[in-house]
Nanobody, 121 residues
Framework: VQLQASGGGLVQAGGSLRLSCAAS????????MGWFRQAPGKEREFVAA????????YYADSVKDRSTISRDIAKNTVYLLMNSLEPGDTAVYYC???????????????WGQGTLVTVSS
């Protein structure tokens, strides 16, 4: 499985971005896809996840009121729309995928290369 993340960039505080993650290869057994982020000098943290059916999602408290994760099965793509961006959202965002079920303890086996989001104040 290969994951290609895109959509990062420079945005002003209060703005929005939509990140995309295209999955390719042996994707038929993937059950969950997620987004993580890593800010400079900090550990990687969970952002959001969605099951492949799209009927179950999970968000980190820091983003849940201003983010939406969705997927397009036909395109094997997962999206993360983030609104009301804050400088604290500045990070490299990574998409991840797994054959594990969506839960608070999901283990991700496949990782994309990351896309940088920079939020200016």
């Amino acid at each position: 499985v290969q994951l290609q993340a895109s959509g990062g960039g420079l945005v002003q505080a209060g703005g929005s971005l939509r990140l995309s993650c295209a999955a390719s290869g042996r994707t038929s057994r993937l059950t969950t896809m997620g987004w993580f982020r890593q800010a400079p000098g900090k550990e990687r943290e969970f952002v959001a996840a969605i099951n492949w059916k799209g009927d179950s999602t999970y968000y980190a408290d820091s983003v849940k009121d201003r983010s939406t994760i969705s997927r397009d099965i036909a395109k094997n793509t997962v999206y993360l729309l983030m609104n009301s961006l804050e400088p604290g959202d500045t990070a490299v965002y990574y998409c991840a995928a797994t054959r594990d079920l969506l839960s608070t303890t999901t283990t991700y086996n496949y990782w994309g290369q990351g896309t940088l989001v920079t939020v200016s104040s």
